[in-house]
């Protein structure tokens, strides 16, 4: 049926004689947003809509519709016509992992959503408090580890911290039980309180309790160092090449959509995630840009799949539809 719809709707555009996206945007543009208002995800949704916003000379306004892991948005954009004015910020949750891990995510998100624009994306940090844990290195908590029975905490089941942190429990071999939380608020707290070992969560979520010497950073999942947290190694340089992930943000709309429409939001989600400004601030929160076409930008959500699809088996997510 959704598909029908789609189908008929552009069939609707077609018939009207000049293309629909030759004028868009005419009216105000809705953007979904499936986080709590407020997080980072939030803030880069409405750092896109007040660029949007400006450029395109329309409005671009965000609406926080949260509930069922963020499947009640997504399947809001999948019934909507392809017109352009309903779009959706998504994570790697949305197209890579959901579609695996649950059994309400009936979409392929390579053929049922429009995959706009990458965003931005936050590494995975593995940190401590040091006081409460006596943990101080990298080195320390793997001696612990393989003697004592230890817990860590993500912001919940099927994120990508959580995925993070059982891929690094199962090729290290260490001794750490999983303990998710609805949200990085409550996980970081008891990580302060000395509840939990450690914690596999986003740089952008624990980014004011490490520069405020609360917790420390042993490890983090990128490539190499990054510039602006230069004192936490990586993975990689630890001997875990294999840990190199990070949770990513994008656009996306309804299957179909008029490649003017795509080709001019991706030109200015880039635009807008390289801009100086924007850029230092996203870096100072642990967010990182990398700007990708639309095309390149599918390919990339395939490859994340191939990468995580074992993960998700290896933790027993895998759900069969």
């Not at 789609?6 to 996206?21: C, D, K, N, Q, R």
């Not at 004192?231 to 309804?254: C, H, M, N, R």
Request: with cysteine; hydrophobic share 40%.
């Amino acid at each position: 049926m959704r598909k029908l719809l789609a189908t008929l709707a552009m069939g609707v555009l077609m018939t009207t004689g000049a293309s629909a996206s030759d004028d868009w945007p005419n009216r105000p543009v809705r953007i979904l947003s499936t986080f709590a208002a407020g997080g980072a995800a939030d803030v880069l949704a409405r750092i896109i809509a007040e660029h949007l916003s400006t450029a395109l000379k329309q409005q671009f306004f965000v609406e926080v519709r949260s509930g069922a892991g963020g499947q009640i948005a997504v399947r809001t954009i999948l019934d909507s016509p392809p017109d352009g004015y309903n779009l959706i910020l998504v994570s790697v949750s949305h197209l890579v992992i959901h579609p695996m891990s649950r059994k309400d995510a009936t979409y392929d998100p390579l053929k049922d959503l429009t995959n706009i624009a990458f965003a931005g994306g936050s590494p995975v940090v593995l940190a401590v408090n040091s006081e409460k844990s006596g943990l101080k290195t990298f080195k320390d908590l793997l001696e612990r580890g393989k003697n004592q029975q230890m817990t860590y905490s993500s912001s919940g089941l099927g994120t990508m911290g959580h995925l993070v942190g059982a891929n690094f429990v199962n090729l290290s071999k260490i001794k750490s039980e999983h303990v998710p939380y609805k949200g990085a608020s409550q996980a970081l707290a008891d990580l302060v309180g000395g509840h939990i070992i450690w914690c596999s969560q986003t740089l952008t979520s624990s980014s004011s309790y490490l520069r405020g010497n609360t917790l420390q950073g042993l490890a983090l999942s990128t490539e190499q160092r990054l510039p602006d947290w230069p004192d936490i190694p990586t993975f990689k340089e630890q001997g875990y090449p294999d840990l190199v992930a990070s949770i990513w943000f994008a656009l996306s709309g309804p299957a179909n959509l008029p490649p003017a429409i795509v080709k001019k939001l991706n030109e200015e989600v880039g635009r807008a995630m390289t801009s100086p400004e924007i850029a230092a601030r996203m870096r100072r929160d642990g967010m990182i840009t990398n700007p990708m076409d639309p095309a390149r930008f599918q390919k990339f959500i395939a490859e994340e799949k191939r990468v995580w699809s074992p993960v998700v088996q290896q933790v027993g997510l895998a759900v069969k539809k």
